[in-house]
């Protein structure tokens, strides 16, 4: 019997670690986390594949940072470029499009910078400056701050040499700065979802929307194991093939706040 139950134990013991080995670790954005949209969809996705999701949710570039040092089996971001740079130099196997919404450009109600029911962001940034109205940059190297440099630039801004007192660059991620364009009554570039989920708007309203540029694309990589070979490249790519998959892109569909989709899918298609 003292055998047996030995054995028995062992096997007990070998069962448990591998349930705590199905995990991995994804690598995200703050809008992703923010906005509620993994919540509702990794239960869904742990349900059926017992796979269980730890998310890290950070700005893109410091989620790819963390890719690139092997913290984590696949990242889940919005920022093509730093994608694209992030697959050649070697980090990610592949690139898959998953999902889209837009930025949204956020002020007070009190509009100094009158801009207003707008859709031409470029003209509303440079009125912004001109007016050296309040606005608050996330200053975090993510998705969202690239969107903001690239859209002062296209402004013919150069908004290093630029700015001035009315420019806030918090470092913060997209909730906290909100947050701080609410207290001060600033302007501020939001990705949709994020704002639609934010509760203290304070006097805030959504001023510009509806440009092209203003276009957010989100993509999934499955870390390269070649780079870090504990990368979990079964667990990682199940999770990845899952997400552009009919289930996975239902799930995004699906998620609502007050009857409003927060992301659209987009898997299989180069942006819409």
């Known amino acids: 019997m003292g055998m047996i139950l030995r054995v028995l134990l062992a096997m007990l013991a070998c069962t448990s670690v591998q349930a705590q080995s199905r995990f991995i670790t994804v690598a995200s954005t703050t809008s992703t986390e923010q906005s509620g949209l993994f919540k509702h969809m ?40 730093l994608e694209e740079k ?41 009125r912004i400056k001109a007016a050296s109205a309040a606005f608050v940059s996330r200053g975090d190297r ?10 002062w630039k296209q402004s013919g801004i150069d908004i290093a040499s630029d700015k001035g007192p009315w420019y806030r660059d918090t470092g913060q991620g997209m909730g906290p700065a909100l947050n701080s ?9 939001t990705d949709r979802a994020t704002w639609i989920s934010f509760k203290n708007r304070g006097d805030l309203t959504i001023v510009v929307e509806g440009d092209k540029r203003l276009f957010n694309q989100y ?28 289930d996975g892109q239902k799930a995004i569909a699906d998620y609502k706040i007050n009857g409003e989709q927060l992301f659209f899918p987009n898997a299989g298609q180069e942006g819409v």
Do not use: C
């Not at 998310?55 to 570039?61: Q, R």
């Not at 364009?181 to 570039?189: D, Q």
């Not at 990589?221 to 997400?243: E, M, R, Y």
């Open 42 to 81: 990794l239960p869904l996705f742990e349900g059926k594949t017992g796979i269980q999701v730890r998310v890290v949710a950070l700005g893109t570039g410091q989620a790819l940072d963390m890719g690139k040092r092997g913290d984590a089996d696949v990242v889940f971001v919005h920022a093509k470029q």
């Open 142 to 151: 993510s998705g969202t701050h690239m969107a903001e440099l690239a859209l």
């Open 86 to 126: 992030f697959l050649a130099e070697g980090f990610g196997v592949q690139r898959f499009e998953v999902m889209y919404n837009d930025f949204v450009l956020v002020g007070p109600k009190a509009d100094p910078a009158k801009i207003g029911g707008g859709k031409d962001i470029l003209g509303a940034m440079r």
């Open 181 to 189: 364009a609410s207290s001060m009554n600033g302007y501020i570039l």
């Open 219 to 246: 993509g999934v990589i499955l870390v390269n194991p070649v780079k870090h070979p504990h990368v979990k490249k079964g667990l990682g790519q199940a999770f990845v093939d899952w997400v552009v998959s009919p």
